[in-house]
Structures are given as structure tokens and as C-alpha cells.
């Protein structure tokens, strides 16, 4: 007996990053343009509108679908960028936007209703009270879900939703509900909300002390690491900090999310797409990274044992983790 077959969506950082998540085996890549409306606002990232222009047509002659994330909240008396992301997005035939703003979704109702529409993750989105109004009040058809619920929980939900859900599948992990996250902004002045960046690079800063790594962002040491550790990058979530006489980690541990082995449970529970984050990353880790999940969704597809542990050394700190999927805690 054959499951239902998942849809894989991948992180296109660059026109690079875009080709090679195609040619790898994507069905959509996702991607934003190169500005504050998207929440991966980092240098050299992103898309120019003729890049995504390009993009969009290599994707589509490929069968490829592309969604434009425009999944940062718009500045108070500003919308502009925002409203024009979504105007070219329309314009330049991508598949889906990403949002999680109110304003932003209504705006895009009304001036392109043919567009379909998809919540962020941004948007915190985790229960069917939230999700119905979403979608009866901006006709949103599928919602990304936050990082927090259990597959147990994920299919008690699409049982009481009208809507599409796609969840995260492999990358880095965010200990926050998204969307609600501001630490970044207590450092550097910006946050993935409105900046559309966490610990921006300009702030990051990596010095050799007495053999060790030393990893700063602004004014503040966020890790040590020794020769024979992984250097992540500095984010204040994931930095160690010395508490009654111990360095440790106090929020979370580097890893990465990877739910390689459980395929066949999410779709069980009504999960209708997979996310890989890493629009961070380069064309090498996208191309391995997707061509192993194509493997693995379509093994599931078949009923076949879906090939794990190729993607160890693409982890975080050489670590992985299911996350909130099967977390026995509350």
C-alpha cells in the first residue's frame, strides 16, 4: 500500500541555491526578495526581481513551483515595500506568497485574489480556531505550523482544519514560538519580525583566544569553542552561558531538526508538504540536502523504508533531533 506522496519545499538563498533545488529534485522552492519584507534579510541573499523572474522560469520549465516569502510585519505608516513585494510576486507569476501580517494578508486578497496565499510559520499559527479565521477572513489555503506541536497534535488539527499544512523537516531549529522571537533585537537593534534578520552578520564576530573559537555578537561573547568542536553561528538562543560556576547551554543545544525517519507518520497525520530550511545556506548543502529528502519522500510514496543517517554531517553541530514531533514533555 502506497502513502500519499509529500510535497518538498526548499530554501533558495540565490539564483545558485534556486537551480540547484530544482535540478535536485524540489517540488517549489521558496524564496524572497532582497529586502526587509522577507525574514531572511541578510547580505547577499536573496533576489532581485529580475533574478526571481529568472528564477520563476527555470523553475516552471521545470515543473518547479516557486513561492515568494513576504513573511516580515510591515513598518507602522510604511507598507509600502511590502504591498510592492506582493504587487511583483503576482506580476512575475510565482505560485504562492508567504505572509503572516494581517494587513499584508488583506492587501493581498483584495488587490490580487487570484494569488494564492499561505500563512507563515511567522504568523504562530498553532491552533484551528487560529487557522479557521485565517482562512475564512484572507482565504488562506495552507498554513506553515510552528515548530511546538506533536504529530500526535498535527493530525488531531488537519482533522478540524480546511486548509493545506506543511511542516519543518530539516534545518535549523528556533526555540521560540516564530514570530514572537525579539532577542536579537536586545543586541543588535533588529529581529527577524520586522528586520527580517536574526543576529545579522554585521554584528558577528569570530576570534582566536588562547586556541579556543571565540564567537561575539555585538558587545557580547555567545560561545567558546574548543579544536575539536563544531563552531555554530551566534545567536543569543543558542549561546552558552556561564550559570552558577558551569558553561552551558541555557535555551537550547545546536542540532538540527531532521524527520528523515518519520515521513510515513506525518503523512499519516495529514501533513500535506515538508519544509527545509536553509535559505542561509549554499548551493552544495541545498543540492545534498534535497536530493536526499527526494529519496526519502518518494520511498515513503512507494511504501519502501525511507534511507536515514545520510544527513548526519549536514546537521548542526553534527547533531539532530525530531524536535517538538515526539516531545514527551508539556
Keep these: ?4 506522496r509529500l510535497e518538498l519545499i526548499c530554501p533558495a538563498g540565490n539564483p545558485a541555491a534556486l537551480r540547484a533545488a530544482v535540478d535536485a529534485g524540489a517540488d517549489v522552492v521558496y524564496a524572497g526578495f532582497a529586502d526587509e519584507t522577507n525574514a531572511r534579510n541578510f547580505p547577499g541573499l536573496n533576489f532581485s526581481r529580475d533574478e526571481m523572474a529568472d528564477g520563476v522560469a527555470y523553475a516552471h520549465e521545470r515543473g518547479c513551483g516557486v513561492f515568494v516569502a513576504v513573511n516580515t510585519y510591515a513598518r507602522a505608516g510604511n507598507p509600502g515595500p511590502w504591498r510592492r ?21 488583506d492587501y493581498a486578497q483584495r488587490s490580487h485574489p487570484r494569488l494564492r496565499r499561505h500563512l507563515s510559520v511567522q504568523a504562530s499559527a498553532s491552533n484551528a480556531d487560529a487557522i479557521r479565521f485565517y482562512h475564512r477572513s484572507f482565504g488562506v489555503k495552507r498554513v506553515v505550523l510552528p515548530r511546538v506541536l506533536t504529530v500526535s497534535e498535527i493530525a488531531g488539527l488537519n482533522s478540524r482544519i480546511p486548509v493545506e499544512t506543511e511542516v519543518f523537516a530539516f534545518g535549523g531549529m528556533c526555540v521560540m514560538a516564530e514570530g514572537r522571537c525579539s532577542l536579537s533585537s536586545y543586541v543588535t537593534g533588529q529581529s527577524p519580525n520586522t528586520d ?18 571565540v564567537s561575539r555578537l555585538g558587545d557580547f561573547t555567545l560561545n567558546v569553542f574548543s579544536e ?15 550559570t552558577h560556576g558551569r558553561a552551558s547551554y541555557l535555551f537550547e543545544e545546536p ?22 530550511e ?34 548526519d554531517a549536514m546537521t548542526e553541530g553534527q547533531r539532530h533531533t525530531a524536535g517538538a514531533y515526539h516531545k514527551s514533555w508539556h
Excluded at 564576530?205 to 586556541?211: A, H, T
Excluded at 575539536?228 to 556561564?242: I, M, Q
Excluded at 548551493?283 to 512507494?302: C, G, I, L, P
Design 85 to 105: 513585494a506582493i504587487d511583483d510576486a503576482a506580476a512575475l507569476d510565482a505560485d504562492a506568497v508567504i505572509l503572516a501580517d494581517i494587513g499584508l494578508l
Design 1 to 4: 500500500m502506497t502513502a500519499a
Design 228 to 242: 575539536d568542536e563544531a563552531a555554530g553561528y551566534p545567536t543569543l538562543c543558542k549561546g552558552r552561558f556561564v
Design 196 to 213: 527580517g534578520v536574526c543576529s545579522p552578520a554585521s554584528h558577528v564576530c569570530y576570534e582566536r583566544r588562547n586556541g579556543d573559537l
Design 255 to 276: 542540532s538540527s531538526l531532521n524527520v528523515l525517519a518519520m515521513l510515513p507518520e506525518l503523512a499519516a497525520a495529514g501533513v500535506r508538504a515538508l519544509k527545509i
Design 278 to 311: 536553509g535559505r542561509q545556506r549554499g548551493r552544495a548543502y541545498v543540492s545534498r540536502v534535497v536530493a536526499a529528502f527526494r529519496r526519502a519522500v518518494d520511498a515513503a510514496a512507494r511504501g519502501d523504508t525511507a534511507p536515514v543517517g545520510e544527513l
